[in-house]
């Protein structure tokens, strides 16, 4: 099951090949419904973490190896299942969150709840 998937910096770092701006943001688009407002608040505090000047290239490195990760359609548990698909891409982005934790500041959270509510509204903002 999913729950027993575990991810390593080093697995992480495999994926950052698969990652890059515009697949990110095309998969919070197409994906949001099936991702979940959480988990995308989660990729955004990631993305803005990795953006900024005091984050370290190791942990930037683990950052991008996990949006790849997320981009993936298809990964150890494919996106199209129902229900599970995307508890591995969790998994992952919650490995990254622990090795940014540190860099993960008020004015990330910030950023990446005024993305949430430049992309779906006041509504889903106001929830996180």
């Not at 575990?6 to 991702?35: C, H, M, P, T, V």
């Not at 370290?56 to 199209?80: N, Q, R, T």
């Amino acid at each position: 099951m999913a729950e027993n998937v575990e991810f390593d910096e080093e697995k992480l770092n495999g994926y950052d090949k698969e990652y890059s701006d515009s697949s990110l943001w095309e998969k919070i688009r197409d994906q949001a419904a099936s991702i979940g407002m959480e988990l995308i608040y989660k990729a955004l505090q990631l993305y803005y973490v990795a953006q900024s000047p005091s984050c370290p290239a190791k942990v930037k490195a683990g950052i991008f190896g996990a949006l790849g990760y997320l981009i993936l359609p298809l990964d150890i548990i494919p996106d199209i299942v129902p229900v599970a698909g995307y508890t591995d891409d969790a998994a992952a982005i919650g490995a990254a969150l622990l090795l940014a934790q540190a860099y993960i500041t008020e004015d990330i959270k910030t950023q990446a709840k005024e993305k949430i509510r430049d992309i779906f509204g006041d509504v889903y903002a106001e929830k996180l």
